[in-house]
């Protein structure tokens, strides 16, 4: 059986990938930094229906833990070949003038060097020529990468921006080591980000001016990662799936 760590798979769009990759016969890590609660609720709706799952603590943006993470997905559920580099944050909507250091820090630390550390361990575990089974990378990007998210975040924007360039270089590292590196890029998903931004209602009410007329679903977004993270896609890598209504 493939095991997957899924990184922020305590809700939203981790939360549906967790689930959906349950579903499809995968054990799972599912990472969270600060919502036991959230992580043991998903542990507990995989567990209970046949599949195999652990909850595992720590942040993406500490090398230390990153490598714990590992070690503990690892031998609770034996080597992985699937990870999903999900977790992710934003902040209050302000225009470039307004942001402060402190946040564009935190923002780069948690999006961009998280998923580098994320994928970076990656790399190291699965890849063929270091004895590791190979395997598939999804990292989650977002639309803000080529939108530029003005006067909203462009410091998310360009975090994510970075993770983009990660999936076109570590692809091309990785393709002769039996580890395919890809990416979606969501749009407007309905799920608790919003409200960390200070917005709850953001995607629905931005949603409505997309081209498909709606936010989106973290179901919707799992499909794509799910087929990213399986044999199904084994011609594609260094790919990216925008899941955004056409945004
Ligand atoms: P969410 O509902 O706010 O969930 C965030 C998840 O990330 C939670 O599981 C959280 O864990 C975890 N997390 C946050 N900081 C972390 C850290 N430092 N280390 C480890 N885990 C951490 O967010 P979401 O909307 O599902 O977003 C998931 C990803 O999709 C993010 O990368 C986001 O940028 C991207 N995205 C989202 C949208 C959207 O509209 N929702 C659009 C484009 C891209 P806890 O539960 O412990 O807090």
């Known amino acids: 059986m493939h095991s997957v760590l899924v990184t922020g798979g305590s809700r939203g769009i981790g939360r549906a990938t967790a ?11 599912v990472n969270y930094v600060g919502n036991a609660g959230a992580a ?20 993406v943006a500490d090398e ?36 402060g250091l402190d946040r564009m820090r935190r923002i780069f630390e948690v999006n961009t060097i998280g998923a580098y ?13 270091r004895g590791g089974p190979g395997g598939s990378i999804v990292l989650v990007s977002s639309m803000a990468a080529r939108l530029g998210s003005p006067f909203e975040y ?15 270089g570590l692809a091309k590292e990785m393709g002769g080591e039996g580890v395919r590196v890809n990416a979606v890029r969501p749009g407007l998903i309905e799920t608790e980000i919003h409200a960390s931004g200070g917005q709850p ?17 973290a179901e919707e977004v799992a499909e794509a990662i799910l087929w990213l993270l399986g044999d199904a896609s084994s011609y594609v890598t260094g790919g990216f799936i925008d899941v955004s209504g056409g945004r």
């Open 19 to 29: 689930l959906l990759a349950a579903a499809k016969g995968w054990s799972v890590a």
């Open 40 to 59: 043991e609720d998903v542990v507990t709706e995989i567990t209970a229906a046949g599949g195999k799952a652990a909850a595992v603590r720590g942040d």
């Open 64 to 99: 230390a833990d990153v490598v714990a993470i590992y070690d503990a997905a690892e031998r609770e559920l034996g080597p992985l070949t699937g990870v999903v580099a999900n977790a992710g944050i934003v902040a209050p909507s302000r225009p470039l003038v307004e942001i």
């Open 117 to 129: 550390l994320t994928a970076r361990e990656a790399a190291r575990r699965l890849a063929k020529s």
């Open 154 to 168: 462009v410091d998310y924007a360009g975090s994510k921006a970075a993770v983009d360039t990660l999936t076109i």
């Open 201 to 217: 209602d953001r995607a629905r009410r931005l949603g409505v001016g997309s081209p498909l007329g709606r936010a989106g679903r």
